[in-house]
């Protein structure tokens, strides 16, 4: 285990208490609104912010443990860090940028320089070594910024919202090559971000922070398809709805009831994907199904599909055609019937 | 269509054109005696030399000096969190509202031999005094110029990103290299500014020297001085020495014009 963390940090209004764990070689996002002291717990790792209570260890040297009284300054941890905005040294060419951290550590200067013209090279951005940083582009930027962090060898690397200052074109394609240049670096990396996204397809594994604590963790995979709080849910935009289960039907906190396909008791997480919400200006008749009326109370567009939210007693959001929206005059105030099939609700206990 | 538009009205106009004549025409009425004829003969007068000499080496000594203490000064102000903050600074700013004369006379009472606050100490210890001494000159200047790149340099600290810092310590950067190859740079700047309005403002220090330092041709006598002594005497020496002060302000100005006024012009032109 390459970083072992139990974080407690008071800052402001802000009251964090977080544990994280991340092994040689993998990707932790810390994924969360803004506030949620994502930025902090990041300061905290780095050094720049110091812990109230807990411990911070890396390779197996403490950092931070205020119960001990031992605190390693941030220049002595050995932690890449690639911040917010990147920060590059405006007055330094990108050459010097990348050579900064082996120069401060006493490497000579020649074979600094050859080092950090080594990492552009990797970064493919051997030709602007002489550049002053504001002439780069901001995926350039990035990618000298962490050059600039990986070149010192670090046994962490910390990346700070690596991909929010860049605009949406080039963020996909961005998104990939940091994927692969993270992948050369065998310690443990901790990425801190606000887009599902972002985290989804560069990390092994998703801690959800909110409000200073940890409101879910696990493979990326378990956290968007069975997500286990409202950010969440919003995030990835499912519909989640909380209840009580016996045999197949769930009645729901809010009232009203979900049928399910497998039997479950007990407190229980209702995800319903808004494409399995089907909508129909008359009760439908038929099979045993999900069906709950109500009236349309917002229409959103999100590139070819339409999000419907419809409040009743239960609300919930359905994802149609623009076609089915015209066909069904679906608008503010129509009053709708919504249902599900029995199949498409994943129940899971809380 | 007289009304029309965003000029400006008649009677301010008139008002504003006053002020600028009063401006305008005292530097008009130096140009005018000038004696461009043989400038450089009366710069070779013994008593112009002298003083020029004594000028620039008292001035530079005194940028030196104000850099040497004041940056440090003002990091203290810009990052230290201690009270009497607010004191300090207003004990720091004091020498620019204070009149020099005074100011000179406070020097005085705290640095000359006789009963001096310290003065007499110092005299005891390194048989040294600074009173009509070329020191004396560099110590008076200190005291009026020091604040102008306190003030500016605290701003400038003030301004820098500290995420800055922070990324260099990240990189493996201790606090003096962190200073060394980020701070400074990020406020050269401002450093630069404060240095040179330091520079020029002990470049033309008056008051306080010829109250503590005295006014001894070739020792004290810096070129304010000699310009207000020739005055009666040597006229066309003095009117030179004036022209050479203004031609070093006009320089000043000129490089300084971004930092001072690089704000209005970007305000004027959004």
């Known amino acids: 285990m390459t970083l072992h963390a139990d974080v407690g940090v008071r800052l402001g209004r802000l009251d964090l208490s977080v544990a994280l764990d991340a092994a040689d070689g993998e990707t932790v996002a810390v994924l969360g609104p803004n506030g949620a ?3 902090t717990l990041l300061r905290s790792l780095a050094g720049l912010v110091p812990l109230d209570e807990g411990s911070i260890t890396v390779d197996d040297t403490l950092m931070d443990d205020p119960a001990a009284g031992t605190f390693v300054v941030p220049e002595r941890r050995g932690v890449g860090v690639v911040f917010q905005d990147y920060l590059l040294f405006p007055h330094l060419s990108v050459l010097e940028n990348v050579a900064f951290g082996l120069r401060s550590r ?17 970064v493919g951005l051997a030709d602007r070594a002489g550049a002053k940083p504001r002439l780069l582009s901001g995926g350039q930027q990035q990618r000298v910024a962490l050059a600039r962090a990986l070149v010192t060898e670090p046994r962490l ?8 200052a860049l605009d949406v074109g080039t963020r996909t394609e961005l998104r990939r090559d940091l994927r692969t240049l ?31 604590r940890v409101a879910q963790t696990g493979a990326v995979h378990e956290v968007t398809t069975r997500p286990r709080s409202r950010y969440v849910a919003d995030l990835v935009g499912v519909n989640l709805l909380r209840g009580v289960a016996h045999g197949h039907e769930i009645t729901l906190d809010g009232g009203g009831t979900v049928v399910t396909a497998d039997p479950v008791a007990g407190d229980v997480y209702v995800a319903i994907q808004p494409s399995s919400v089907s909508l129909h200006r008359a009760r439908p008749e038929g099979s045993p199904r999900n069906v709950w009326s109500g009236r349309v109370r917002g229409v959103d567009l999100l590139g070819d599909r339409i ?5 009743g007693v239960v609300p919930i959001v359905a994802e149609v055609t623009a076609g089915a929206v015209g066909d069904l005059g679906l608008h503010d105030g129509v009053d709708v019937w919504a249902t599900v099939k029995a199949t498409d609700v994943s129940v899971y206990a809380i | 269509m ?11 106009a008139l008002l504003a054109g006053v002020a600028i004549a009063f401006f305008a025409l005292p530097l008009i009425g130096l140009l005018r005696r000038v004696p461009w004829s043989n400038l450089g003969s009366t710069l070779q007068e013994p008593a112009a030399r002298d003083a020029i000499r004594l000028s620039v080496e008292c ?9 040497l203490f004041g940056v440090p000064l003002a990091y203290v102000l810009a990052r230290g969190k201690f009270p009497g903050r607010s004191f300090v600074r207003a004990l720091v700013i004091l020498p620019m509202v204070l009149p020099p004369v005074v100011g000179g006379a406070a020097l005085l009472f705290a640095f000359q031999r006789n009963n001096g606050l310290v003065g007499g100490l110092i005299y005891d210890l390194f048989d040294f005094q600074f009173t009509f001494s070329k020191w004396g000159v560099v110590l008076a200047e200190t005291f009026v110029a020091m604040p102008f790149l306190v003030i500016t340099v605290e701003a400038g600290l003030r301004s820098v990103d500290r995420r800055y810092e922070d990324a260099a310590a990240s990189l493996g950067a201790g606090r003096w290299t962190v200073f060394r190859r980020v701070t400074v740079p990020m406020i050269a700047p401002a450093l630069i500014a404060g240095a040179a309005l330091a520079w020029a403002r002990a470049l033309g220090e008056f008051g306080a020297t010829i109250t503590f330092a005295g006014n001894i041709q070739g020792r004290t006598q810096t070129t304010p001085l000699a310009v207000y002594n020739l005055l009666e005497t040597q006229q066309p020496v003095a009117i030179t020495l004036s022209l050479v002060l203004l031609a070093i302000s006009i320089v000043i100005l000129v490089s300084l014009r971004d930092h001072w006024f690089g704000g209005l012009r970007d305000r004027e032109s959004a």
């Open chain 2, 2 to 12: 007289k009304r029309r538009g965003r000029g400006v009205p008649l009677v301010p």
């Open chain 1, 37 to 39: 002291g994502k930025s």
């Open chain 1, 182 to 212: 993270l992948a050369t670096f065998g310690g443990a990396r901790v990425l801190v971000t606000h887009e599902l996204l972002d985290a989804v397809a560069l990390a092994d594994r998703l801690v959800v922070l909110e409000d200073g």
């Open chain 1, 307 to 311: 999000r419907i939210h419809v409040d």
């Open chain 2, 59 to 67: 001035s530079l000594w005194s940028t030196f000096f104000s850099v």
């Open chain 1, 106 to 122: 006493g490497v000579a200067r020649t074979e600094a320089r050859r080092r950090a013209q080594e990492w552009l090279a990797r």
């Open chain 1, 157 to 164: 690397v910390l990346l700070d919202e690596p991909l929010a």
